[in-house]
Every structure is written in C-alpha cells, then in structure tokens.
C-alpha cells in the first residue's frame, strides 16, 4: 500500500515536469510548477533524507543536548512539528521572496529548475547536515565547528565571511526597503507605524502584563491592520500626504538612524515584540499566500525563457549562467541558514531522528515558499513587471518613455495599462521599483484580490509590502546587534574594555561602526545609477553562496571524519557547484568587459566620460570609488572561498591518508530516556 | 461547556496545548511549559515569576543578537 501511495507520488510529480517540458512555448498554468515542486520534494524527503539520515549520519537513539543539558530555556527538549515550525520561521525571510522575482528576468524555467534541484540536492542538504554536526556537538556555532574540526584560520575565515555577509545583507534588504517605500506616503505611514506599535507591545509585555505576549502581538497585528487601513487616507490627504513623501536616500538615512537606534535599545522593548510581529505575519502570509495560489491558480504569463538569458537583462547584468544561481540563494541553498541550524534549532531537538523533517523537510518548505513566490512573479503581464523592476534610468521618468522601452525589449504594455495599476494600489508610480519587493507585492495583490474581490487591490499591495518591510526592519535591528557583538568579540583584542558587551560607549561604538558599514553600502545603491540591486544583490548572492561553501566544507569534513568518505559526495557535489559558480560570477563581477557587469570596466567607462566632459568629476571620482570598493569586496570573497577549500581538502587528505586520525569531536554518546 | 461558565477540561487542556505550541514556534516564552519543565526536572527548587521568566528568555533569545535568516 505505501509503496503504491509512492509510486503515484512519484509519477504525479513526474507527469508534472512532462506538461512542463512538453509546453515550451504555451501559456501554461502554476499548478503544474507547484505539483512538480511538491511531487519532487515528497520523492526527495522520503528516499534521499532517509539515505542521508540513516547511512551517512546515522542518526540514533542518543540522548540530544535538549535532553541532557534541559535547562526550559535555551536547550529545551520541543516535539518535532513545533519545532519544524520555530526553524522554519527562523529561516524564511525576504531572502526566498526577493531572489526568483529577481531572477525571472531570465524567464520562470531556469529558476524554478535550480529551486527544485538546487534544494533537494544542495540547500537541504547543508542544512540537515550543519543542524547534525551541532546537535552532536552541544549546539556548538558554523564558526566553532570550523575552528574545531579544520583548524582556527578556518575559523577566523569563517567569522570574517559572517561579518561580511551580514554586512551586504543587511544593505541589500534595506535597499530593498527603500525602493518600496519611496515616494510612497501611504507604506512609509505604515511602516512608521510598526514602530510605536512595537514600543508599546514591548511595555505590554514587560510592564502592564507580564510575559502575556499572545494577547499583545494580537493587539499588534489589529493596530497593524489599522494603520494599513489609515495610509489610504494619509496619501489621499492633501495635507498628510507630502509629510510622509520621501526620495530613496531621505528613507536611507532613516533606516541607518532606525537601525543604530534600534540595536542599542534593550530587547524587550523593540526587538522581541517586533520578532513576534513579524513571525505572526510572515507565518499567516505564506499560508494565506499558499492557499490563494491553489484558489486562483493563475496562468504564468512571463516565458518560461526571456531573451535576457544572454545577460543584456535591465534587472541585473549577467547571463544566465551563473547569475540565476547566484540571484536565487534562499529557497536553494542559502548559506545562512547554516547559522540558524548551529543555533537555537540544534539546542532544542527532542530526539536525533527528529531533525531530518527539521533540517532538510524546514529547508524543503522555504524553497516551497521561493515556488510560490516564482509563481506569483511569473503571473505577472511581463511588461508590468520590466516596468517595476527595470531602473529608472533605462525607463525614463513617464509611462509613455518606459512602454515604449518595454516595447523595445519584445513585451507589449499601454502607458495606461501602467497607470491603471499604480493607481489600483495607490501609488503615484510604480516604474523603477527595483529590488523584487513591489512587484512581488503586485503579484500577491492580483492573487489575493482574484479570491477576495478586486476594489481592495491597494490594500492587499500595502499589506504585502508592509509584510516584507516589516521583517526586513526586525533583519535590521537584529543584524546589526550579530554584527556588533562580532565586532566586539574583534576589538577586544586590540582593546580589551572595547569587548566589553555591558560597556555602554562600545556598544554605541561598535553599533555606529556596524551601521556605517551597511549604511555606506546602502546609500552607495540608492544613489546608483544602474540601481544598486544591480551591483548589491551579486554581491550579497555571493557573499551567501560563500557562507554556504564554508558550511558544506565543514560537512564534508564532519563525513569523512566519521569514517564514511564514501559518502562525502553528498556534501562535494552541491560544493563544487557553488565553486564553479561562485568563482565564475565573482571573476565577471570584477573582470567582464561589459561595463554593466563588470565593476573595473564600470569605473573605466565612468573616467572616458569624465575626459570627454560628459560627466561631473565629483561625481565620477565617488562612482570609481565604489566601483573599485566593490571589486576589492568580490575578491576578498573568491580568496576566502580558495583559501577555505585549500585548508579543508588538505585536512580531508590528511584524515584520508591516515595522516590524521578520523575522530570526531563529537559530545560522548548517552542513551535518550525518550522512547519511541 | 460546565454550567459554571469554564471551559470543561478537554477543551481548556486542548487550547492551552495550542498556545503553548504556538509560543514555541514563535519563538516566544511559554510560563507554563516552563512551571511544568521545573516540576518535572528540578522539584522544590526555586522557579521564576512570570515577568522574571520573560526577561530570562528574551535575553537569552535576543540578547547576542539572534542569528536570523534573509
């Protein structure tokens, strides 16, 4: 009987990929992407997982340190589902939502290919693997595990590469952010709101009534829908309205002084409530999302291939290979996840066979999440949705210069078609939005509206951009902190009193120094010409597929330390991908002659202008800086991945050879009182 | 229902159960799974009050700045 229920699934998933190959060049439908992807996922949780789980990890009836260290806070034994979704809501961010909108420049197949395969063979993986290694271990961090089990400049390496990510990580979402909220009164109302909202949530809960945090992220979300509600009126209101109007780099700012402000106020008051805020939203919004899909089931308007495979695309430079794979990291493979499985997750597993639904099923489920937001992209007329994500630059400032341009580009959209929408969702324009967040806002609007009715269109794109903002204000707040203790744990030995965490002036130091850091790269992209996503999001994809690298170095090495080099491929494969990827995109970054894709070419391209006169030489002199200041960050990067590979396969030989004893580091075995 | 307006006890235990889940995947404290981990594991000691409790896990979650994904 099961073996029957596998075959159907199997052949159902299988059946799906056919439509889809057998349709090339057909309007076809997203259920087919959805069946394919779940079809897939199902066949790979049940047989490579279990393969993983029980060959190469030998997951066993071991104690866990929830078990042995249970202390009800931290390390807290928590049933599986529970715990699947806690790790699930750590994981899933605006990363799975923002990369394929991005990436359908190039059409939906290729991303939904890499998706697909990308996680079951790669993304999943690394997690499952990374959450075994720190359960086995106590719940020790990605940066320890180096450190240990490949030697302490891997660890340093390691470290280096979580502050660097971090650092264009958090540029990029508020990059993202600020071309959301732009000349936008009703989401910068909104957004503002969360604020005071969170504040007083924070007071609620710490003050009025104690640890009730339900009841008061109820409160929340009601006083969030409010000001949802209220924004329409602030930006029909003649008076209101140019109070919350702002250019990108007036919101940049504020975002810098938010976050700054934010990272230095105690927990309680604005980043606990605004965390529960957030997960609250972001848990209803994939569902709700999930269902309208499944109610509305569009067709997928945007080709399964665009013409900008041959990298000439407006959204980013680059072609396909290897910009997808780079565009797309969470949903795929996301190296990041890699801190969240050697974090709070490991400390809280109830028993070891628990966390393959947790680390590869909680892996399977964003890049479910990265489908679905594919989906809603893709339903998109393809001309709306170059209108919102090509730069400004390329569309010119009015409807009828950006139609015209599409029409250029092989898509057919009216100059009134592109003020219907805006108007629909209550913006004065949505042209040159860049940065995923709108259109996929738009996306979920049409969807949401098709089972709810058409005249709440701009609410349901408010509501889908507050969502996004929200938990990329919580990344800001929260980042900043990781990356200020981090800096601190650095400066303390230069200085020791600078590593002093309950110091207050470095604190304040270490925050401004963080904030400036991601602020520079920010500002850097507001006020870029080609639209910063253009050169922040390769970056940030590279800089993640590097944390990634470091990840399955670490796997690997925890493989063949165990005695199982036979199975090290399930770590070496997706590492060798990313390898070639990584590199090779790195290299165009720096080197392409293509001044839109490469940065040196960029800054060369910039000087010929300022000698033929064409081009303020202030303004030139700060483009070539950051140009360069790019190129030297890209670099840094592909020098870190080789020299990481290096260490690590040295050691792997080394424990091959016999050269080294094959001993894991592992915390002795104890019998779990659990039973089955 | 009981006549005397409480939940009957099925039912009070049920949505008790789902909150506490719901707290957990939140990431959010749960007092009572805590009163009754500190029953179970370390009976007669000490246990903390609720407001006390909250401030414990909000540190420990956030304190260090809890890593977070994209």
Known sequence: MNRILWIVVSLVGAGAWGVIALNRGETINAAWLVLAAVGTYLVAYRFYSRFLARRVFELDQRATPAERLSNGRDYCPTTKWVLFGHHFAAIAGAGPLVGPVLAMQFGWLPGTLWIVFGVVLGGA????????????????????????????????????????????????????????????????????????????????????????????????????????????????????????????????????????IASVLPVWLLLAPRDYLSTFMKIGTIVLLAIGILIVMPPLRMPALTRFIDGTGPVFAGKLFPFAFITIACGAISGFHALVSSGTTPKMIRREGDARLIGYGGMLTESFVAIMALCAAAALDPGIYFSINAPLAALGGTVESAAAQIRQWGFTVTPEQLTALSASVGEASLLGRVGGAPSLAVGMASIFSGVFGRHLMGLWYHFAIMFEALFILTTLDAGTRVGRFMLQEFLGHIWEPLGRTSWYP????????????????????????????????????????????VALCVGTTLIIKAGKKRYAWVTLLPLAWLLVVTLTAGWQKIFAADPRLGFLSHARSIADRVAAGSMDPAIAARLIWNDRLDAALAGIFMTIVVALVIASVREWLAVIRGKKPAVVKETPFVESAYAN | MRTNGRLDGWSAGRLENFLSDLKRICGMPDYPGYLQHMAERHPGSDVLSEREFFEAHVNARYGNGASRCC
């Open chain 1, 125 to 260: 993986v690394q997690d499952f693997v990374i959450l075994f290694g720190s359960m086995r271990r106590d719940g020790k961090s990605l940066g320890k595990m180096a450190r240990d089990e490949i030697g302490p400049v891997t660890g340093l390496f390691a470290m280096v590469a979580i502050l660097a990510i971090m650092v264009i990580l958090l540029a990029v979402l508020a990059l993202v952010v600020v071309n959301a909220l732009k000349d936008s009164p009703w989401g910068i109302f909104s957004i503002l709101c969360t604020i005071p909202i969170a504040l007083m949530m924070g007071v609620w809960m710490r003050f009025l009534r104690p640890g009730k945090t339900i009841e008061a992220t109820v409160a929340g979300i009601v006083l969030l829908i409010a000001a949802l509600v209220g924004g329409r009126y602030v930006a029909l209101s003649p008076t209101l309205a140019p109070l919350f109007t702002h250019s990108g780099l007036t919101i940049a700012w504020g975002l810098m002084i938010y976050g700054f």
């Open chain 1, 506 to 549: 470095s604190n304040l130091l270490a925050s401004a120094l963080i904030t400036a850091a991601w602020g520079y790269f920010l500002v850097q992209g507001v006020l870029d010409p080609l639209g910063g996503i253009n050169s922040l999001w390769p970056l940030f994809g590279i800089s993640n597929q590097l944390l990634a690298a």
